[in-house]
């Protein structure tokens, strides 16, 4: 079991607070992506859970234990960090070994576990190399291992793919889901990186300012953001948001959901000019001027033209009140949209 329950966490540095008050349930066997720009305190809160920074108010509870003053080595819980933190003066067998003989563990069930954790994350073949002799992927695999090993309730795993090149990081994401489906720990996971939350997680908890935006599975943060900071911060690009238009009403847009040609149902129609183009084989990225400011387009077609209109059917229109929330499209909104349509 790894259930964890952080209720009214704050954390300050001096007079820097970085986590006002937090609260926040992940649930036991869940993959579970802390995500939000530099500076969010997303790390902040991953290192609270691991027991490398105190709480100034607030507790964690790791399966209903308060452990908010345990020391770290006696939560259940294994750390994956950025730069691996593994020992280059030792093979791969040996730095997977080591937490074991720390803990007294037996010659014998060392030698069966070392053998075990590597066929699961395919570290056979290189036991007895030295991480210097290893690829970022194979040390990630190690840094894993190492983790692995101790059986913990829970997976802490902070931006650790944020070292590999992009080809490694796509396969690397692709590697950690399986591994997760195959160990059902709760997993914990902390990146600055959209894509790495969207394809990864089970549930995904966006934060700003120590803050929580919306916390929510990849398709409902997707499609339904909560705020214009969650609509904006997730999807590629990012969607467009129109602040004039609509009296004390914001409304926006993602850049697929815009079409070049006519479609069947009620729409909203923008001539737009279009400024830069991207063409990026199986679709374009048009960059664009219209009436209501700038707007992206992303399109499967290529179009010649520099004057296109563009319609969006008004179910794949999001509408937002004066303070940047979420609000439903109403018969009101409707007829205004109609009354500034092109």
Not at 320 to 330: E, G, K, M, P, V
Request: hydrophobic residues 40%; neutral net charge.
């Amino acid at each position: 079991m790894g259930e964890i329950k952080l209720i009214g966490i704050q954390k300050a540095f001096g007079k820097d607070v970085v986590i006002p008050d937090l609260n926040l349930t992940i649930e036991d066997g869940s993959f579970t992506v802390l995500v939000g720009p530099s500076g969010c305190g997303k790390s902040t809160t991953l290192r609270m859970v691991a027991g490398l920074e105190v709480p100034t108010a607030g507790q964690i509870l790791i399966d209903n234990e308060d452990v908010t003053s345990m020391p770290s080595g006696k939560r259940g819980i294994a750390m994956v960090f950025q730069n691996y933190a593994i020992y280059p003066t030792m093979t791969v067998s040996g730095n997977i070994e080591f937490g074991l003989i720390n803990n007294k563990v037996p010659k014998a069930e060392r030698k069966r576990l070392i053998s075990e954790i590597a066929d699961i994350v395919g570290l056979t073949p290189y036991l007895d190399r030295k991480p210097s002799a290893l690829s970022g992927g194979q040390r990630q695999r190690v840094a894993l291992a190492r983790a692995m090993v101790k059986k913990p309730k829970v997976f802490l795993l902070d931006e650790p793919l944020s070292n590999l090149d992009a080809k490694l990081r796509a396969a690397m994401r692709v590697e950690l889901k399986q591994l997760h489906q195959r160990l059902g720990t709760t997993f914990v996971y902390v990146t600055h990186d959209q894509v790495e939350a969207m394809s990864m997680a089970d549930n995904i908890v966006l934060m700003d300012k120590g803050i929580i935006q919306q916390s929510s599975n990849p398709a409902t943060i997707y499609h339904r953001p909560q705020n214009i900071f969650t609509a904006c911060f997730i999807g590629t690009p990012p969607m467009n948001i129109f602040e004039n238009g609509l009296e004390n009403v914001k409304f926006g847009a993602r850049p697929e959901k815009i079409s070049l040609e006519p479609i069947e149902g009620q729409a909203f129609r923008l001539k737009v000019d279009v400024s830069t183009k991207e063409m990026l084989g199986a679709e374009c990225i048009y960059y664009c001027n219209s009436k209501l400011g700038q707007i992206i387009i992303k399109s499967p077609d290529d179009y010649p033209q520099k004057e296109l209109m563009g319609y969006i059917a008004y179910k794949d229109l999001h509408f937002f009140d004066a303070d940047s929330n979420r609000i439903d499209i109403n018969d009101q909104l409707k007829a205004d949209l109609d009354r500034i349509c092109d």
